[in-house]
């Protein structure tokens, strides 16, 4: 799996906004991370403790949200969620093909001191 | 209108009784807030939104405007390990006029076996081999890119490496993704596989010559298809029997010669 180097990415973001703040402590990385993006969220939090160590990143908390991939069906004119990713609209069965939301794989804030 | 759903059946008594478990999505803004308790004095909450891929889709729409530019088709070729990729391309190569422009660029975790056979089957094949990465990126394909004449070009195939999980999630440039499922994985591994399958601009059945001997429900494959891939195109093709290549290379842009 390459949770790892996607933690990589994240350690590389996070310093970078340290140095861009002169912030001496990273206390929070959140993450959001999208049902569609094809990365589990829990085996990310083994990543972060393997990749963090060492910097001011170590004692971070990490927070994971997840957001739930949703689209939107033509017929109903309203959202819903997909149910493991399947298209079919609850309410009409339609299928839909316009995903608004869960492909997200983003730093989503920090909190620093 | 139903108020819990937005859909337009009327509201009634007998209007719930359909399954309908109203999954809209939780609010991600409530979840966070149980998360977070205030900051302590003299820290700082940036809020960022950033891709962590944000290098990979840098890179990615970077090879995009360059093949675009060299009005270059770019497929990026997606499946489990040993659906037929490499046998797919054989196969088209065999039936190509020669110097017809197909290039491949093949990752594996080991070994250049792929890029040989593609060889000798008579293309342009570039081996990347990338050791433990379980998936390819951008940057390996501009790398791998470097000294091929893309204005030469008709058609760029990138044969990813096996793996229905972890590709996904990297852009490569490409204009076309394409997901393959042989007959021998079974109907429902796209249901196991959604992000993957959802991802896709066409799906390759493969390996129909064996449909028969798996008892594959072709109907039912489809069926599930279009629940997790709703927009993909399908359609169903044998390396080995040549069932499928001709619809296969005009959608693809590729002549294939008309004798056998």
């Known amino acids: ?113 | 209108m139903c108020v819990d759903c937005g859909c337009s059946l009327p509201a009634s008594p007998d209007h719930h009784h359909h399954d309908h478990d109203h999954r809209h999505d939780p609010d991600p803004e409530h979840a966070h807030e149980a998360l977070t308790p205030a900051p302590p004095a003299g820290a700082r909450l940036l809020q960022l939104g950033q891709a962590l891929l944000a290098r990979n889709d840098a890179l990615a729409a970077g090879l995009r405007q360059r093949f675009g530019a060299a009005g270059l088709p770019v497929v990026n070729l997606l499946s489990s390990p040993g659906s037929g990729k490499t046998a797919l391309l054989e196969a088209l190569a065999r039936r190509q006029p020669a110097a017809a422009g197909l290039a491949v660029v093949v990752g594996d975790l080991a070994t250049d076996n792929d890029a040989r056979r593609l060889q000798q089957a008579g293309l342009t094949a570039i081996q990347i081999t990338t050791g433990q990465a379980c998936h390819l990126e951008a940057a390996m394909v501009e790398r791998a890119l470097e000294g091929l004449d893309l204005a030469a070009l008709r058609l760029l195939v990138i044969e990813n490496v096996g793996n229905l999980v972890c590709p996904a999630a990297y852009d490569l440039g490409e204009s076309l993704r394409v997901v393959l499922l042989s007959v021998t994985e079974g109907e429902d591994k796209p249901l196991k596989y959604p992000a993957m399958f959802g991802s896709a601009d066409l799906v390759l059945i493969t390996k129909t010559d064996l449909a028969v001997a798996t008892g594959f429900d072709r109907a039912l494959a489809h069926r599930h298809l279009a629940r997790v891939a709703p927009a993909a195109e399908v359609l169903e093709v044998s390396a080995r029997s040549g069932a499928g290549l001709e619809a296969l290379a005009a959608r693809l842009g590729l002549e294939l010669r008309t004798a056998a």
Do not use: K, N, Y
Not at chain 1, 5 to 18: G, H, K, N, Y
Not at chain 1, 36 to 42: F, I, M, S, W
Not at chain 1, 52 to 60: E, H, N, R, T, V
Not at chain 1, 92 to 112: F, H, I, P, T, W
């Open chain 1, 1 to 113: 799996m390459h949770e790892l180097s996607l933690m990589e990415a994240v350690r590389e973001q996070v310093l970078e906004q340290a140095r861009l703040h002169a912030a001496r402590r990273i206390d929070v990385i959140t993450l959001r991370i999208g049902s569609l993006a094809g990365v589990e969220p829990e085996a990310l939090r083994f990543a972060f403790e393997v990749v963090m160590a060492g910097s001011i990143a170590a004692d971070a908390r990490l927070q994971i949200e997840r957001v739930p991939a949703v689209a939107f069906c033509d017929c109903c004119q309203g959202e819903f969620a997909l149910d493991d990713g399947l298209w079919e609209c609850p309410c009409c069965g339609g299928l839909s093909r316009q995903l608004r939301r869960g492909r997200e794989l983003q730093l989503a804030s920090l909190q620093l001191t």
